[in-house]
Each structure stands twice: as structure tokens, then as C-alpha cells.
């Protein structure tokens, strides 16, 4: 199994910036879709970025601009970097994997497919 550990959440004003990572327990990030979704209270989960196995990244279009998904293979680490922070930004941030390339139902929707899923790191923007 691959396991994923999500840290760099924390408390930030609006327009300030955060940097979340993702630490996997496997090299993972040539062979596996890797994203981050969110989960805000009341609100059902979303993706947010992904990064193919072809190194393309698509992101919601609500933070288009504003967020940048990269990783680290040397590392094991998957990155969101994200600026421009706005209250609705505000959530519990999941990273994910799944083998092979990604699935546009999966990263654009809930996720329900990917096979691994960090415990999530909170981003609180005021």
C-alpha cells in the first residue's frame, strides 16, 4: 500500500499564501495520477489539481491562477502551492493517488475512484 502524509496547512489571512506537500511512502509520482482535493464544512469534496503520469496538471477553475501543483520525485512529494487565498479557500485539503493515468471523473468530481488518500491537512483562510 501506498500511504500519504499531508502537512503546511495552517491559518492565513485573505491574500496570503500556503504551501501544502504531500509525502508518499512509495515512489509513486511516475506511474500514479496524483491530486489534491478539498472538503469545506457542509460541502460535498471537490478536486482541486492533478497531475497526470505525463506530467500535465489540470486545476479547478476556481483556482486557476492562484494554486500550482508540482512534485518532487527525488522527494516522494507532491506540492500545492497556493497564493492569493481567499475565504472560500477554507477547508480540509486530501492529497491522492491513483495508479495509472487520471481520471477526469475522479479529479474534476469526488475522487471516489483514486485508491489512496492522505488524512488531510487544514487550510483556514480569514
Known amino acids: 500500500d501506498v500511504q500519504l502524509v499531508e502537512s503546511g496547512g495552517g491559518s492565513v489571512q485573505a491574500g496570503g499564501s500556503l504551501r501544502l506537500s504531500c509525502a508518499a511512502s512509495?515512489?509513486?509520482?511516475?506511474?500514479?495520477?496524483m491530486a489534491w482535493f478539498r472538503q469545506a464544512p457542509g460541502k460535498e469534496r471537490e478536486g482541486v489539481a492533478a497531475?497526470?503520469?505525463?506530467?500535465?496538471?489540470w486545476y479547478e477553475d476556481s483556482v486557476k491562477g492562484r494554486f500550482t501543483i508540482s512534485k518532487d520525485n527525488a522527494k516522494n512529494t507532491l506540492y500545492l502551492r497556493m497564493s492569493s487565498l481567499k475565504p472560500e479557500d477554507t477547508a480540509m485539503y486530501y492529497c491522492?493517488?491513483?495508479?495509472?493515468?487520471?481520471?477526469?471523473?475522479?479529479?474534476?468530481?469526488?475522487?471516489?475512484?483514486?485508491?489512496?488518500w492522505g488524512k488531510g491537512t487544514q487550510v483556514t483562510v480569514s
Open positions: 491522492a493517488a491513483d495508479r495509472g493515468t487520471c481520471s477526469a471523473y475522479d479529479v474534476q468530481g469526488h475522487g471516489a475512484g483514486m485508491d489512496y
Open positions: 512509495a515512489y509513486t509520482y511516475s506511474s500514479f495520477c
Open positions: 497531475l497526470d503520469t505525463d506530467g500535465m496538471a
